[in-house]
Nanobody, 118 residues
Framework: QVQLVESGGGLVQPGGSLRLSCAAS????????MGWYRQAPGKERELVAAITGGGITNFVDSVKGRFTISRDNAKNTVYLQMNSLKPEDTAAYYCNAVLTNYRGQYSWGQGTQVTVSS
């Protein structure tokens, strides 16, 4: 049974940083392109960052230069380092094996809330 458990969210002021973690179980983690998605209130869930099993990364334009994604295949964990946070980054963040820019391959975890506000 696949489990995706996100953590690390919180309330942060604009310009601040957070590091999100996602622990995956029940999948052959190392072979998947893993992604971080986010969903703001009233908006569709979207892929913001992804990393292949070999470490190739890509980002949506709105987070380029501010977010980095990494993974530890030995720990079945993917990370999202978020710097220079903006109010528009406020959303629930989820990880999943990437299917499309809007859908993951597995059922979603509970997500972790990121709120950027002064």
């Amino acid at each position: 049974q696949v489990q995706l458990v996100e953590s690390g969210g919180g309330l942060v002021q604009p310009g601040g940083s957070l590091r999100l973690s996602c622990a995956a179980s029940g999948i052959r983690f190392s072979i998947y392109r893993m992604g971080w998605y986010r969903q703001a209130p009233g908006k569709e869930r979207e892929l913001v960052a992804a990393i292949t099993g070999g470490g190739i990364t890509n980002f949506v334009d709105s987070v380029k230069g501010r977010f980095t994604i990494s993974r530890d295949n030995a720990k079945n964990t993917v990370y999202l380092q978020m710097n220079s946070l903006k109010p528009e980054d406020t959303a629930a963040y989820y990880c999943n094996a990437v299917l499309t820019n809007y859908r993951g391959q597995y059922s979603w975890g509970q997500g972790t809330q990121v709120t950027v506000s002064s």
